[in-house]
């Protein structure tokens, strides 16, 4: 099976920078994907990764390093809008394409 | 605009009844794709579907049903099996199977 871990509280300043990590195992791995949260709204997408490195997009960013199972999403310029939920998750070919879901992580940006 | 609908967006369901929660979309995507929500857990997929007219349970389908006659739909049904369907349901298509999902604004179901 896949495995899936995450933070499960983080607390940040607006303005500030922050980074949410995701580790993972799995075998047959083919794309890792971001996804926020408001509480009682649906996920929305944010990013992708399939290779290692950095995706950029405006004041979110990605990594991915497959090797060691691991992806992080950076958020600069922290805002109240912000505060929400994250959901990391793991695509598989041995699981048909489906993916896999962290339980996620709540994050509160304070004043 | 296109998108992905959900009805209703809260559904009270009686012991031993049956409820259908709807699913729509206009984005022309290929597959579809139902998960439960519960407070502390992942998303856990219940049932997806590739393509019209085919479907295949997820890792929780027990107590639940599908069906995909049309592109645009993907109802599920929570049966009486489901003894603890308390929880918040979210649709979801993409383009291709294993594609980026989008989601709908999703369905609270609660027990009475």
């Known amino acids: 099976g896949q495995n899936i871990d995450q933070p499960t509280e983080m607390t940040a300043t607006e303005g500030a920078i922050v980074q949410i990590n995701c580790t993972y195992q799995?075998?047959?791995?083919?794309?890792l994907f971001w996804y926020q949260q408001h509480a009682g709204e649906a996920p929305t997408f944010l990013s992708y990764?399939?290779?290692?490195g950095l995706e950029e997009k405006g004041r979110f960013s990605s990594f991915l390093s497959r090797s060691k199972g691991y992806s992080y999403l950076l958020l600069k310029e922290l805002q109240m809008k912000d505060s929400a939920s994250y959901l990391c998750?793991?695509?598989?070919?041995?699981?048909?394409?489906?993916?896999?879901f962290g339980t996620g992580t709540q994050l509160k940006v304070e004043l | 605009d296109g998108g992905i609908t959900q009805s209703p967006k809260y559904l009270f369901r009686k012991e031993g009844q049956n409820v259908t929660l709807s699913c729509e979309q206009n984005?022309?995507?290929?597959?579809m794709y139902w998960y439960r929500q519960d407070p502390g857990q992942g998303l856990r997929l219940i049932y997806y579907?590739?393509?019209?007219?085919?479907?295949q349970k997820g890792d929780i389908a027990e107590g639940y049903s599908v069906s995909r006659e049309k592109k645009e739909s993907f109802p599920l049904t929570v049966t009486s099996a489901q003894k603890n369907p308390t929880a918040f349901y979210l649709c979801?298509?993409?383009?291709?199977?294993?594609?980026?999902?989008?989601f709908g604004p999703g369905t609270r179901l609660l027990v009475l």
């Open positions: 990764n399939v290779l290692d």
């Open positions: 979801a298509s993409s383009i291709g199977f294993g594609e980026t999902q989008y």
């Open positions: 579907s590739q393509i019209v007219n085919d479907f």
């Open positions: 984005l022309n995507h290929d597959a």
């Open positions: 998750a793991v695509r598989v070919t041995g699981g048909g394409n489906k993916l896999t």
């Open positions: 799995t075998s047959g791995f083919n794309g």
